[in-house]
């Protein structure tokens, strides 16, 4: 179950750092908002593969799940609800606001992780 996959964590490095820039760096309309969102759920997906065991699909299934929640959290204003509106970290891991085209970014993401990843398998 549980194994540590160096590139898989190398990835997850990478993501995070560029995920970091875009949120610090980038404040357009797409990049930010659509591309960022597509690459979470990558990052998310390589640091589960990073130590654990678990088949592509049944990861990729958790991670799209796992976005949609905390989506679907944004929807209800988990984060005033819990009241912790002041907290920028809260703001960021939890988000604020809900939106349809988080939903598509989360499972293109997704798709290109099974796309890739069945590359991998077959090459």
Do not use: N
Request: with cysteine.
């Amino acid at each position: 179950m549980f194994q540590f996959k160096k590139h898989y964590f190398i990835a997850t490095i990478l993501l995070f750092l560029i995920e970091v820039g875009i949120a610090l760096y980038i404040h357009d309309d797409f990049i930010r908002p659509y591309l960022g969102d597509v690459l979470v759920v990558i990052l998310i997906y390589c640091f589960i593969q990073s130590f654990f065991t678990f088949s592509v699909k049944a990861t990729a299934v958790f991670v799209l799940l796992l976005s949609f929640s905390i989506e679907f959290l944004q929807y209800i204003h988990i984060v005033e609800k819990l009241g912790l509106q002041k907290y920028a970290i809260a703001r960021t891991v939890l988000g604020t606001s809900f939106s349809w085209m988080d939903l598509l970014c989360y499972t293109i993401g997704v798709i290109f992780i099974l796309l890739i990843e069945k590359k991998k398998i077959t090459s």
